[in-house]
């Protein structure tokens, strides 16, 4: 498939956006300590690094991602590449001043950029989609799944390392979204590509059944005060693989309008 890079790229990117504003608010609401939020800066960095390595082999040639940046504020996909280098720099930012250049301020100020501009790249990438040449892809329901990678994703990470009350928060607000906007979304996709939503059944069918497993299991986890982190680390895995299936299924259904 010639757009998987693309897949990892936007699915890791928005998960690791999620986990770096939940860990956030986890600490300034005294959920999390020090170290937690340290490990989730880690983790959401090595996240975002890996997606954007995979997504850099959809470009072919690296030196080509600086000609996505010509069209910067005009461009939706330039917007998409300038917004994830930002992002990127700001997780590098924090990182460095939490580890090696230790200073409060500075980190405290990168961390929050981390935050904002996981945001504004989250918000860019369905921008990139929503073009009335696709119809499959030309309605509100393509943002709809885009944000909700970011809550179910971010969330179920965000658990992992710790954060379990906005983790779980998150990832049941974006889980339950998904649920019940997917009879809508079948519903519309029935309209503008039958035999392209017909053949994405098995991913859509795999991303629910993950997501509501995983919903049950993570609402399990909030009444014990200790989970083991291999059971928390495979949940995590599983959602992020039921995201990449539905973001696969997303990507098959590209289709000219003719």
Not at 74 to 86: H, I, T, Y
Not at 115 to 124: D, E, M, N, R, Y
Request: include cysteine.
């Amino acid at each position: 498939m010639h757009e998987l890079p693309l897949v990892f790229f936007t699915v890791l990117g928005q998960s690791a956006a999620g986990l770096y504003l939940l860990s956030y608010l986890s600490k300034k609401m005294g959920n999390i300590d020090d170290k937690q939020l340290c490990n989730a800066n880690i983790l959401a960095f090595i996240v975002v690094i890996i997606g954007l390595v995979i997504g850099g082999l959809h470009v072919g040639q690296p030196l080509r991602f600086f000609n996505m940046l010509l069209g910067v504020g005009r461009s939706p996909m330039s917007n998409e590449a300038f917004l994830s280098g930002v992002f990127v720099a700001f997780g590098v930012a924090t990182l460095l001043f939490t580890l090696l250049v230790k200073n409060k301020l500075l980190r405290e100020l990168s961390n929050l950029g981390a935050v904002i501009f996981g945001l504004a790249f989250t918000w860019s990438i369905p921008q990139v989609y929503n073009i009335p040449t696709v119809a499959n892809w030309f309605t509100s329901f393509t943002t709809l799944q885009m944000w909700m990678t970011f809550l179910v994703g971010g969330g179920a990470l965000a658990v992992f390392i710790g954060a379990r009350q906005l983790g779980t928060l998150a990832f049941t607000v974006g889980a339950l979204a998904i649920f019940v906007s997917r009879a809508g979304y079948q519903a519309f996709l029935g309209e503008t590509g039958p035999l392209l939503s017909a053949e994405q059944s098995s991913f859509w069918g795999f991303q629910l059944v993950v997501l509501a497993l995983a919903l049950f299991a993570f609402a399990a986890m909030v009444f014990k005060e200790r989970a083991p982190k291999a059971t928390l680390a495979t949940c995590a895995g599983a959602v992020l693989l039921a995201e990449l299936a539905g973001r696969v299924a997303f990507y098959n259904l590209w289709q000219i309008t003719m």
